[in-house]
């Protein structure tokens, strides 16, 4: 059984970084692909960010390219999102996912190609 818990939110000034943490008490989580996603206020679920179970592969929002960072510590059995440059529009709950294991090396987008959630951070930026 895969439980995920995030870590790592807070309030931040815009232009600071934080580092959002997703460890599994459970199952390993080396052989599933990850995913990021986060909601703002009476907004929907949205894709941030996804990690191919290899960890040799990422896919990113184009609002986050290039300011955000997925990647894992197998040895931790944890999943990061590093998130720098941070906007007003970046305030949200912050959800990481996982997909149960595939063959294939993918990078699911979509929340409903996940099967597991963590219960979510907030993250808060400020101006």
């Known amino acids: 059984q895969v439980q995920l818990v995030e870590s790592g939110g807070g309030l931040v000034q815009a232009g600071d970084s934080l580092r959002l943490s997703c460890a599994s008490s459970?199952?390993?989580?080396?052989?599933?692909?990850m995913g990021w996603f986060r909601q703002a206020p009476g907004q929907e679920r949205e894709f941030v960010a996804a990690?191919?179970?290899?960890?040799?592969?990422?896919y990113y929002a184009d609002s986050v390219k290039g300011r955000f960072t997925i990647f894992r510590d197998n040895a931790k059995n944890t999943v990061y999102l590093q998130m720098n440059s941070l906007k007003l529009e970046d305030t949200a709950v912050y959800y990481c996912?996982?997909?149960?294991?595939?063959?294939?090396?993918?990078?699911?987008?979509?929340?409903?190609?996940?099967?597991?959630w963590g219960q979510g951070t907030q993250v808060s930026v400020s101006s």
């Open positions: 459970g199952s390993t989580l080396r052989t599933y692909p």
């Open positions: 996912a996982a997909r149960r294991p595939s063959i294939r090396d993918i990078l699911p987008s979509d929340q409903d190609e996940y099967d597991y």
């Open positions: 990690l191919s179970w290899s960890g040799t592969s990422t």
